[in-house]
């Protein structure tokens, strides 16, 4: 059975969609309804979750798992971006090569970004085809078309990650996706894609010279798998037996390509050639083994090998003598590569439904914003220039008191059309109304002034702490800065800021108006009779009600009125203009991979709206011609009728009636405007409000997660070291005794016993008895402590780590000990400190005799402190060990 290897999957950590993305939505989405993707959202949570359970079966529905979450992820990656920025949900994925062991680099990473999460979905994909390839059964015909078909997508998808990784991440990666990584993975799948095309063909008992060229590429796929698997900056990461493993099957494959050209030499009567390829084919597989060790898998191909070179050496001995050429001179193989990269392709799953489907992408949302902003700006100018005509044509009529000056011969009665105009007043709401909408309106400002004063404040908080902890620790402080992730939702606060100013401003002129017209809107607001009270009597003459200027006044007014109504035609189907824009654009983000809105909108638009604005243009050119007419059949008129004071006061109020009334309607029409923008703008806000708030719940989590990080690698950096011990302490230099410590010394082994005759060898490792002793000296001698039971030999002693110095090395015996140096007559072993007179003249052998110490009992341990040493804080009832020889120049502490 062949062996392959395969790549470790990468684990990640369990995350909540949900929240985030429905928040989203609602937010972006104004059309939407949150409500309509619960389930939805709640499939792409188990979907992710499944996917991280489904890992680790090395099974092709595993795959299809995977396979459905990626093209999750691509579908809705222009709908809903998961973004530092926008929707933030942070993925936290290891290294898949990470086992405990030290390798510098992080060997986890989170970032809160879709890409990231896609590159490490790759990843795994292709790790999992590489574990399904790899447990097919290299015997069957179907098992081997699916190893290769795995090992050559899992070699396209590493050789596309090697070419986007460090572009979707932004920043130093793991190991496991450093460009270098992923490139050599890549290498080693084809290798073992080609592997399988090679194991297929000797099973299907193909050509010799075919499987010679599949198993020379194969060795050649291996040897740039091997190159690239030893560069310096990854060397480290691979499991232990891969290096060997793949360069084993390099050499192998190569062995295997020479065997098969051998047969094809045979074949050709060559029996020269094919006695060199096999003796090459045998020196590849030896080489092979060595290099495999354990992991060798082509012993069955080293015997075959083997037997063929024996056989051949034994034919060309016996029968042909042909000479054998050098390796170097035989004719190349050849090559034949049939595993090739097949590339990833979006969907990976057939039976890929997208969840959020009803979503149109972002930038076609985008474009659709912008072309309703086109459109009602072209509308609402449109609308504009009509209310503007039809104001100023009011306004003519009510300075010359039409059509109530037609109306109002006899000077007594009530104008039928000022009566009129209080009941369409009074039906509106009157006065009250007026004044409803008016206190309203500051308190929907109040309102959301509050809100957009909030976003503010949070977004600033956010920031301040964020600069507080960069200025404390400095380039540790690895995260993204707050002024670059809140630019957007400053500019959008700014752009409400700037909206909010204004509605100011118009509120304003509005009140205004108010004021100077509330007087006769108060007027129109009360009964016929009461109206009729407040108008001042005239007795204008009678014989004009049926005169040719009257006549022609009321065939101009009735030309008014029809004006108007197709006025009013005109500006419903400017606002009700109906475009299917969502399908134009998706047309073009998918056949240009961009939408230009601008000429795609200005197209559309201009079909629509050109007609109507010929409409507007031609209303008001009619406008122009009519008020002329009626100004000079007013003029007419008033020359014919006979003027007095009463006459006059009376024709101002009506005139003032006329304007109130049409001031009441334009005050209606804004205070309703103004009071549906302050609720519409409310939910904007609170839109803004909530997105800030996640964002700053979300940087505030990744701070506490990050300043936790921060304090454990600050508690285990370990300090600087302590400064260099004064030579009173003790300190290097120093040839004064080690200063005891404070503590407890450790429990001293049971001094020896004490040979009453001369040893020719004891525990401190004396020289032996044929040795000369050196001779004594009056002089302090140098001389390395005694050994104690269980501690190591050492070579070279330090000065000054034992009484007053000792620094010459000594030679190590055949035992592995030391010589014991000369020592005074009367020196103690056990305390140095202490003298005793001398016994006389050390043996001639070399050795040294121990008297029995005169009034000092033989004790389980070290004798007692005496008087007149220096206390020094020695523990009670012994004295400090010497320390031992590789405690050189160390303090007791």
């Given at each position: 059975?062949?062996?392959?290897?395969?790549?470790?999957?990468?684990?990640?950590?369990?995350?909540?969609?949900?929240?985030?993305?429905?928040?989203?939505?609602?937010n972006?989405?104004?059309?939407?309804?949150?409500d309509?993707?619960?389930?939805?959202l709640?499939?792409?949570?188990?979907?992710?979750?499944?996917m991280?359970?489904?890992?680790?079966?090395?099974?092709?529905?595993?795959?299809?798992?995977?396979?459905?979450?990626?093209?999750?992820?691509?579908?809705?990656?222009?709908?809903?971006?998961?973004?530092?920025?926008?929707?933030?949900?942070?993925?936290?994925?290891?290294?898949?090569?990470?086992?405990?062991?030290?390798?510098?680099?992080?060997?986890?990473?989170?970032?809160?970004?879709?890409?990231?999460?896609?590159?490490?979905?790759?990843?795994?994909?292709a790790?999992?085809?590489?574990q399904?390839?790899?447990?097919?059964?290299?015997?069957?015909?179907?098992?081997?078309?699916?190893?290769?078909?795995?090992?050559?997508?899992?070699?396209?998808?590493?050789?596309?990650?090697?070419?986007?990784?460090?572009?979707?991440?932004?920043?130093?990666?793991?190991?496991?996706?450093?460009?270098?990584?992923?490139?050599?993975?890549?290498?080693l799948?084809?290798?073992?894609?080609?592997?399988?095309?090679?194991?297929?063909?000797?099973n299907?008992?193909?050509?010799?010279?075919?499987?010679?060229?599949?198993?020379?590429?194969?060795?050649?796929?291996?040897?740039?798998?091997?190159?690239?698997?030893?560069?310096?900056?990854?060397?480290?990461?691979?499991?232990?037996?891969?290096?060997?493993?793949?360069?084993?099957?390099?050499?192998?494959?190569?062995?295997?390509?020479?065997?098969?050209?051998?047969?094809?030499?045979?074949?050709?009567?060559?029996?020269?050639?094919?006695?060199?390829?096999?003796?090459?084919?045998?020196?590849?597989?030896?080489?092979?083994q060595?290099?495999?060790?354990?992991?060798?898998?082509?012993?069955?191909?080293?015997?075959?090998?083997?037997?063929?070179?024996?056989?051949?050496?034994?034919?060309?001995?016996?029968?042909?003598?042909?000479?054998?050429?050098?390796?170097?001179?035989?004719?190349?193989?050849?090559?034949?590569?049939?595993?090739?990269?097949?590339?990833?392709?979006?969907?990976?799953s057939?039976?890929?439904?997208?969840?959020?489907?009803?979503?149109?992408?972002?930038?076609?949302?985008?474009?659709?914003i912008?072309?309703?902003?086109?459109?009602?700006?072209?509308?609402?100018?449109?609308?504009?220039?009509?209310?503007?005509?039809?104001?100023?044509?009011?306004?003519v009529?009510?300075?010359?008191?039409?059509?109530?000056?037609?109306?109002?011969?006899?000077?007594?009665?009530?104008?039928?059309?000022?009566?009129?105009?209080?009941?369409?007043?009074?039906?509106?709401?009157?006065?009250?109304?007026?004044?409803?909408?008016?206190?309203?309106?500051?308190?929907?400002?109040?309102?959301?002034?509050?809100?957009?004063?909030?976003?503010?404040r949070?977004?600033?908080?956010?920031?301040?702490?964020?600069?507080?902890?960069?200025?404390?620790?400095?380039?540790?402080?690895?995260?993204?800065?707050?002024?670059?992730?809140?630019?957007?939702?400053?500019?959008?606060?700014?752009?409400?800021?700037?909206?909010?100013?204004n509605?100011?401003?118009?509120?304003?002129?509005?009140?205004?108006?108010?004021?100077?017209?509330?007087?006769?809107?108060?007027?129109?607001?009360?009964?016929?009779?009461?109206?009729?009270?407040?108008?001042?009597?005239?007795?204008?003459?009678?014989?004009?009600?049926?005169?040719?200027?009257?006549?022609?006044?009321?065939?101009?007014?009735?030309?008014?009125?029809?004006?108007?109504?197709?006025?009013?035609?005109?500006?419903?189907e400017?606002?009700?203009?109906?475009?299917?824009?969502?399908?134009?654009?998706?047309?073009?983000?998918?056949?240009?991979?961009?939408?230009?809105?601008?000429?795609?909108?200005?197209?559309?638009?201009?079909?629509?709206?050109?007609p109507?604005?010929?409409?507007?243009?031609?209303?008001?050119?009619?406008?122009?011609?009519?008020?002329?007419l009626?100004?000079?059949?007013?003029?007419?008129?008033?020359?014919?009728?006979?003027?007095?004071?009463?006459?006059?006061?009376?024709?101002?109020?009506?005139?003032?009636?006329?304007?109130?009334?049409?001031?009441y309607?334009?005050?209606?029409?804004?205070?309703?405007?103004g009071?549906?923008?302050?609720?519409?703008?409310?939910?904007?806000?609170?839109?803004?409000?909530?997105?800030?708030?996640?964002?700053?719940?979300?940087?505030?989590?990744?701070?506490?997660?990050?300043?936790?990080?921060?304090?454990?690698?600050?508690?285990?950096?370990?300090?600087?070291?302590?400064?260099?011990?004064?030579?009173?302490?003790?300190?290097?230099?120093?040839?004064?005794?080690?200063?005891?410590?404070?503590r407890?010394?450790?429990?001293?082994?049971?001094?020896?016993?004490?040979?009453?005759?001369?040893?020719?060898?004891?525990?401190?490792?004396?020289p032996?008895?044929?040795?000369?002793?050196?001779?004594?000296?009056?002089?302090?001698?140098?001389?390395?402590?005694?050994s104690?039971?269980?501690?190591?030999?050492?070579?070279?002693?330090?000065?000054g780590?034992?009484?007053?110095?000792?620094?010459?090395?000594?030679?190590?015996?055949?035992?592995?000990?030391?010589?014991?140096?000369?020592?005074?007559?009367?020196?103690?072993?056990?305390?140095?400190?202490?003298?005793?007179?001398?016994?006389?003249?050390?043996?001639?052998?070399?050795?040294?005799?121990?008297?029995?110490?005169?009034?000092?009992?033989?004790?389980q341990?070290?004798?007692?402190?005496?008087?007149?040493?220096?206390?020094?804080?020695?523990?009670?009832?012994?004295?400090?060990?010497?320390?031992?020889?590789?405690?050189?120049?160390?303090?007791?502490?």
């Open positions: 059975m062949a062996m392959y290897l395969s790549v470790p999957l990468k684990k990640t950590y369990d995350v909540d969609f949900v929240k985030p993305l429905r928040s989203f939505i609602q972006t989405f104004s059309s939407a309804e949150p309509d993707y619960n389930t939805a709640s499939e792409f949570n188990k979907l992710r979750n499944l991280i359970t489904k890992s680790v079966d090395k099974h092709e529905s595993a795959l299809e798992v995977l396979y459905r979450y990626y093209d999750q992820l691509v579908a809705i990656e222009n709908k809903l971006p998961i973004t530092e920025n926008q929707i933030r949900v942070q993925f936290k994925w290891k290294d898949a090569f990470d086992v405990g062991s030290f390798l510098s680099g992080k060997r986890s990473l989170a970032i809160a970004s879709g890409a990231y999460e896609k590159v490490c979905m790759l990843f795994n994909i790790a999992l085809q590489s399904i390839a790899s447990i097919q059964n290299s015997d069957s015909d179907e098992g081997l078309k699916t190893a290769a078909k795995y090992f050559q997508q899992s070699c396209g998808i590493y050789g596309h990650l090697k070419d986007i990784v460090m572009s979707h991440v932004q920043q130093d990666p793991t190991p496991d996706l450093n460009p270098d990584t992923v490139s050599a993975l890549s290498s799948m084809l290798a073992q894609g080609q592997e399988a095309f090679y194991r297929k063909a000797t299907d008992k193909m050509k010799d010279a075919m499987i010679a060229k599949l198993a020379y590429q194969t060795s050649e796929l291996y040897a740039d798998a091997m190159k690239l698997m030893q560069l310096a900056s990854i060397r480290e990461l691979w499991p232990k037996d891969w290096i060997s493993t793949v360069a084993m099957k390099q050499a192998a494959f190569h062995a295997m390509a020479e065997y098969y050209q051998s047969q094809v030499s045979a074949q050709a009567k060559n029996y020269g050639e094919e006695i060199s390829r096999l003796q090459h084919a045998n020196e590849l597989l030896v080489a092979s060595t290099r495999g060790g354990t992991t060798f898998g082509f012993r069955n191909e080293l015997a075959k090998v083997q037997r063929g070179l024996e056989a051949a050496r034994k034919d060309n001995d016996f029968i042909y003598h042909e000479k054998v050429p050098e390796v170097k001179n035989l004719p190349p193989i050849g090559k034949a590569a049939i595993a090739k990269p097949l590339l990833p392709t979006a969907p990976f057939k039976n890929f439904q997208d969840l959020f489907g009803k979503l149109v992408p972002l930038p076609v949302h985008e474009a659709l912008a072309f309703e902003n086109r459109k009602a700006l072209i509308a609402n100018t449109e609308i504009g220039r009509l209310r503007e005509a039809t104001q100023l044509m009011n306004g009529l009510s300075s010359l008191n039409l059509p109530a000056a037609i109306e109002d011969l006899s000077g007594q009665s009530v104008p039928q059309s000022v009566i009129e105009k209080g009941d369409q007043l009074k039906q509106c709401g009157g006065l009250d109304y007026i004044n409803k909408l008016m206190s309203d309106l500051p308190e929907l400002l109040q309102r959301n002034r509050e809100i957009l004063d909030e976003c503010n949070q977004l600033d908080d956010e920031e301040k702490s964020d600069n507080q902890l960069r200025e404390q620790f400095k380039e540790r402080w690895t995260r993204t800065k707050s002024e670059v992730l809140t630019k957007p939702m400053r500019e959008e606060g700014q752009k409400y800021g700037t909206i909010l100013n509605a100011i401003q118009a509120d304003k002129i509005v009140h205004e108006k108010y004021e100077k017209h509330k007087n006769a809107i108060s007027i129109l607001s009360k009964p016929t009779a009461e109206m009729e009270k407040a108008l001042p009597s005239a007795s204008p003459g009678a014989a004009l009600q049926n005169s040719p200027v009257v006549q022609e006044l009321r065939k101009n007014m009735e030309g008014v009125e029809t004006l108007k109504a197709e006025r009013d035609v005109v500006e419903t400017l606002k009700d203009a109906k475009f299917d824009m969502t399908s134009k654009f998706m047309r073009a983000l998918a056949e240009e991979g961009l939408i230009n809105e601008e000429s795609i909108s200005n197209e559309e638009l201009d079909r629509v709206f050109a109507l604005r010929m409409q507007v243009s031609d209303s008001i050119h009619r406008q122009e011609t009519l008020l002329a009626i100004q000079n059949a007013n003029t007419d008129f008033c020359n014919a009728k006979s003027s007095n004071q009463s006459a006059a006061s009376r024709e101002s109020m009506l005139k003032d009636l006329a304007s109130g009334f049409d001031m309607m334009e005050l209606k029409g804004n205070l309703e405007e009071t549906k923008f302050y609720n519409d703008l409310t939910p904007l806000l609170v839109r803004l409000q909530s997105k800030i708030s996640d964002f700053c719940f979300a940087r505030k989590t990744e701070k506490d997660e990050l300043m936790s990080d921060l304090q454990k690698q600050i508690a285990n950096t370990p300090t600087q070291a302590p400064p260099t011990t004064p030579k009173y302490q003790g300190g290097p230099g120093t040839s004064s005794a080690p200063v005891p410590a404070t407890t010394a450790p429990p001293r082994p049971p001094p020896p016993t004490i040979p009453t005759s001369t040893p020719t060898s004891n525990s401190f490792n004396q032996p008895s044929n040795a000369s002793a050196p001779p004594a000296s009056s002089a302090p001698p140098s001389h390395p402590p005694p104690y039971p269980g501690q190591p030999p050492q070579q070279n002693y330090a000065p780590s034992y009484g007053a110095g000792w620094n010459a090395p000594y030679p190590q015996q055949p035992g592995g000990g030391y010589p014991m140096p000369a020592m005074p007559a009367g020196y103690n072993s056990y305390n140095p400190y202490m003298s005793y007179p001398q016994q006389g003249p050390p043996p001639s052998q070399g050795g040294y005799s121990y008297p029995q110490q005169q009034g000092y009992p033989q004790q341990g070290y004798p007692q402190q005496q008087q007149g040493y220096p206390q020094n804080n020695y523990p009670q009832g012994g004295y400090p060990a010497p320390p031992y020889p590789n405690q050189q120049n160390q303090q007791w502490r």
